[in-house]
Each structure stands twice: as C-alpha cells, then as structure tokens.
C-alpha cells in the first residue's frame, strides 16, 4: 500500500529578489520538508538572509513563486508570520524588562490571554536553561542567554516551522553547543527549522538537507555528507611551511593528491590517502613546519565550488 509523500512546506520555484539593479536572489529552487532541519550555507552577502526575509514575509517577492505552509506570501502574509517563529540575525528583546516579562509581552501579540502567555513562557524558559534568570532584566544577560531567550520568544506561539538567521554568530563554543541541543530537542518533536549560516560545523551538526549560495544562486544542494562525498576527497592534508613558501610538489606524492587549495597560511591537499601522503612526501624531502590529517568537511566543499572560504 502506497502511501502519498507530505506535500513540503516551503516550495520556491525561480525566487528571485532584486533591490534595484541588484539581484539578492537569483532564480532559486527549493523544496523544505515537514520536520526537517533545512540550511542554507554561504558567506555573507550570498543571498541567504534575503531567502529567510522572503519565506518570513517581511520582504516581497520580485519573481518568480514562493509557497509557505500552503499559502503564498503576496496574500497570505499575515496568516503565515501566525504560524511561524522567528529568530532574527540581531536579538532584538526588550532590554529593560526581566526575561518574563518579554515573553509574556510577546505572546499577546498573538491574542493569547495573560494566563496561557505566562504558563508558556515559564515552560519555555525551562527548556531554554534560563530558569535562574526568570526575574533578571534582559540588559545584563550574557550573549548566549539572550539568543535562548529569543529561541524562547520564537516558540510562543507554538509555531509549525522556526526560521532561525545565523543563530550562533558571535557566540562562545560552550553557548553554542547549548544552542544547538536545544535546537535538536526542537527537531525532535517534529518543529521544522530552517537556518542560515557560514560555519560549516553547524550546518554539519543541525542541518538534515542544505543548499550551498554563493553571488545569489545555489551552487550545490544535498545532505552534509552527499556534498562532501560529491565535491571533495576522503581526507585532507593540511601543510604549513617555512616563511608560508610552499615547495613544489609535482612528483612528489606518488600519484595520491587529487587536488590542491593554497590558502594564505596553508596548503590543502585532497587525498584519499592522508597518512600515506604524508609518509611519501616527507620521504620525497618535503618538510613541513606542521602537518595534519583531517576528514573533509563543509569547507573543503565551499572551497571547491567557489575558490572562497566560508567564513572571510
């Protein structure tokens, strides 16, 4: 017995979005999935923030057609912002009142009695890790709480699907990693998120499907793990030599390199063979300052497809 696949939840067909003689957006094409966590990779200034406003329904389409939750954002605006959460790029809290206090505040906007606003809000700063600083103004809270506390504020409404605009910029590794568990706690009772960022170990750690951007078009689209067995090699060999001059190394890697990358402080090797590479070059004279083994990430895949690095 057959069963018919969950229509998806966002559907861009040719999404384009110009400011004038600029084009931010230029003809994409995707698909978003109930319950996935959906990303879209790219440095700055890719187009990635310009797709979330489109999907968001706070920036109109220029062209092509966008469908959100079944509805098209020309017309349908304000039924689709009910249904989502938003985390914007920029916490944008009401600094002066307690961490209570904002998300009360905001869930009467979405005509939900005071009663309903502060039983939420108590649940929600529970599953944000904020439960000590209920009473705290906003002011004085550390960069990783406030992003939690926006999480929070994005979830009042009980929304279906979270747009989430680089969620982690600026943070320290330890308030990261507290976002992310949160943010997969999420996905595991069904929420759909669908974030932008430029840290490939992000994308890694939280996206079920991405699409790499790169001058306002997707240049690559799949899981983490089909972009980096498409586009790049097993394993990196990363060299670091004296005075940053990198010696020629034609000849000298019996065959193993599949390509290379000279960054400013380092060479990339692509093998699928680190170990081995290493032992051969260093049998052929080559001696690096440093050498290291690594398996290719998201980076090496952005490397490939647009001779950039992700975050510059």
């Known amino acids: 017995m057959s069963t018919t696949p969950a229509a998806p939840l966002i559907r861009a067909r040719e999404l384009t979005k110009r400011f004038g003689d600029f084009t931010a957006v230029d003809a994409v094409e995707f698909d978003v999935q109930p319950g996935e966590a959906f990303g879209f990779l790219g440095p700055n200034g890719a187009g990635k923030t310009s797709t979330m406003r489109m999907i968001g329904c706070v920036s109109p ?8 939750l079944g509805m ?7 039924a ?17 009142l307690t961490v209570m206090e904002n998300l009360i505040i905001y869930g009467r906007y979405f005509d939900l009695s005071y009663r309903e606003c502060r039983t939420r809000a108590q649940e929600l700063i529970d599953f944000v890790q904020l439960t000590e600083k209920v009473d705290s103004q906003v002011e004085p809270l550390s960069g990783g709480m406030k992003r939690r506390l926006t999480i929070a504020r994005s979830l009042m409404n009980e929304p279906e699907m979270i747009l989430l605009d680089e969620p ?11 976002v992310w568990e949160r ?20 994308a890694e750690q939280l996206c079920d499907r991405l699409v790499v951007m790169d001058k306002a078009q997707i240049v690559a689209e799949g899981t983490p793990r089909e ?7 097993r394993e990196v ?26 960054l400013p402080d380092r060479i990339l090797l692509y093998t699928d063979h680190g170990e081995e ?3 051969t070059l260093y049998a052929e004279g080559v001696r690096p300052v440093t050498s290291l083994v690594r398996r290719s990430s998201l980076e090496d895949v952005f490397l490939r497809l647009t001779g950039r690095r992700l975050v510059e």
């Open 237 to 262: 060999l990363e060299l670091r030599f004296e005075d940053l001059v990198t010696p020629r190394l034609d000849g000298k890697d019996g065959g193993l390199i599949e390509r290379s990358e000279q």
């Open 277 to 279: 590479l290493g032992e």
């Open 80 to 96: 689709i912002r009910r249904r989502l959460g938003v985390v914007p790029q920029a916490d944008t809290l009401d600094m002066e």
């Open 168 to 178: 982690t910029t600026g943070l320290d590794p330890q308030a990261r990693h507290l």
């Open 72 to 78: 098209d954002p020309r017309t349908d605006g304000s």
């Open 227 to 233: 972009l980096i067995e498409r586009y790049s090699s």
């Open 183 to 202: 943010l997969y706690q999420l996905k595991k009772q069904g929420v759909t998120l669908i974030l932008t960022t430029h840290y490939m170990d992000e």
């Open 61 to 68: 389409v220029t062209a092509g057609t966008l469908e959100v």
